[in-house]
């Protein structure tokens, strides 16, 4: 199965940007959607942003307008573009395959003063 490394987090400040990348141990262009998971301490994994094979993206509302998802096959990764961050954003994210398959360490982001 293909499997993920997630790269790209950090600590911002509240309204700066961060770009994550995940790189496949694979092709992805066999994989339908790969999509953008955030998970804050004892709470459950919640999908942020999807991309499909033809490009289709889709968002939770609480991202939308603000992050961007992207894939580029010839490097097998998808990115998350994240502007105007919130502390609310705060989370470890990961990347996965629709379905999911081995989860990877993921990237811890934080957005604070």
């Known amino acids: 199965q293909v499997q993920f490394v997630e790269s790209g987090g950090g600590l911002v400040q509240p309204g700066r940007s961060l770009r994550l990348s995940c790189l496949a141990s694979?092709?992805?262009?066999?994989?339908?959607?790969t999509g953008w998971y955030r998970q804050v301490p004892g709470g459950q994994r919640e999908l942020v942003a999807v991309?499909?094979?033809?490009?289709?993206?889709n968002y939770a509302d609480s991202v939308k307008g603000r992050f961007l998802i992207s894939r580029d096959n010839t490097k097998n990764t998808v990115y998350l573009q994240m502007d105007s961050l919130k502390p609310e954003d705060t989370a470890a994210y990961y990347c996965?395959?629709?379905?999911?398959?081995?989860w990877g360490q993921g990237t811890q982001v934080t957005v604070s003063s």
């Open positions: 996965n395959k629709l379905p999911v398959g081995p």
């Open positions: 694979g092709s992805i262009n066999d994989i339908y959607a």
């Open positions: 991309i499909t094979s033809g490009g289709t993206t």
